[in-house]
């Protein structure tokens, strides 16, 4: 049975991979054993977004790792480890669980197809395709990501319960709040300490959150210290030099300043307009 930790074991130690220079286009991974059909889908989709292939699954696991890609398209049939458990496996994992993934299916192969929605993957094509109804779906699917992430922005206020995102995803978010909650006081609990303790390299947090939320670990570590300031200032009979402290501001006059610039309106004037709803 395969697992992070024994595919792991499966790929050689000096296995680097190249990731494609960010130039501002979506990065599209495809895993595809057939070599002239993986030429072919990169071929269709180079003018559009940027590419990486893996001909096995075992590979493919590794460079999603890796490189975090913007979608996925694979294959069902695969050495190594199918589609299917591919799926499963990057959609369990903290890093990787927001990736869509289209999956390619043989015309009879409704059974495996089934199973790879079910552990899932969030569309799927069937041999043999119309490559203009593959982009179209990868296009709605990167949409539809960024419609997410515009929906968490314009709500301005950190929220525990986005809607639109994997399971996997909203137990993410609520670790990283209850991290932060822990660690509210301490104002010098910075990034590096928000990876330790998610468990995730500084990197690969920053991605995940940025993807997420649209914010940087910073911002939404600061962030956060806002809006529960926010909260205890309409809450408890603390003053605001206290509070700032609580939530782990070393200098009132920044807090003020940060606050204000957030809120668009100072904390004392927060206190006297929201004191007694």
């Known amino acids: ?28 991974h495809i895993i595809e054993d057939d070599y002239e059909m993986r030429m072919v889908i ?57 990736i869509p993934i289209v999956l390619i299916t043989g015309y009879d192969d409704e059974n495996s197809l089934l199973r790879g929605l079910k552990n899932g993957a969030d569309h799927y094509v069937t041999k043999p395709f119309s490559f203009d109804i593959l982009r179209a779906r990868v296009g709605n699917l990167i949409k539809s990501r960024k419609l997410l992430l515009n929906n968490f922005l314009n709500g301005r206020r950190l929220s525990h319960n986005k809607t639109g995102l994997t399971n996997t995803d909203e137990l993410l978010l ?26 995730m390299s500084r990197a690969q ?36 030099s206290e509070i700032a402290y609580q939530v782990g501001f070393s200098s009132v006059a920044y807090f003020s300043s940060s606050f204000s610039q957030y809120f668009k309106i100072s904390p004392t004037r927060y206190i006297s307009l929201n004191k007694s709803k």
């Open 1 to 28: 049975m395969f697992d992070q930790n024994n595919i792991r074991a499966l790929l050689p130690d000096y296995v680097h991979w190249k990731i494609p220079a960010d130039d501002g286009k979506p990065l599209v």
């Open 42 to 98: 990169k071929d269709e989709f180079k003018d559009y977004y940027r590419i990486m292939d893996s001909e096995d699954g075992l590979t493919g696991f590794e460079k999603t790792i890796t490189a975090i890609p913007d979608v996925i398209i694979s294959d069902i049939q695969l050495p190594g480890i199918n589609g299917i458990k591919l799926c499963k496996l990057l959609k369990e994992d903290l890093r990787t669980s927001h």
């Open 174 to 199: 609520r670790k990283a709040y209850a991290t932060i909650e822990q660690n509210i006081s301490n104002s010098a609990f910075e990034a590096n300490d928000f990876a330790r303790a998610i468990g």
């Open 205 to 240: 947090t920053y991605r995940k959150i940025k993807i997420i939320t649209g914010l940087s670990v910073k911002e939404f570590i600061r962030i956060f210290r806002l809006e529960k300031a926010a909260e205890l200032l309409t809450t408890t009979s603390h003053n605001i």
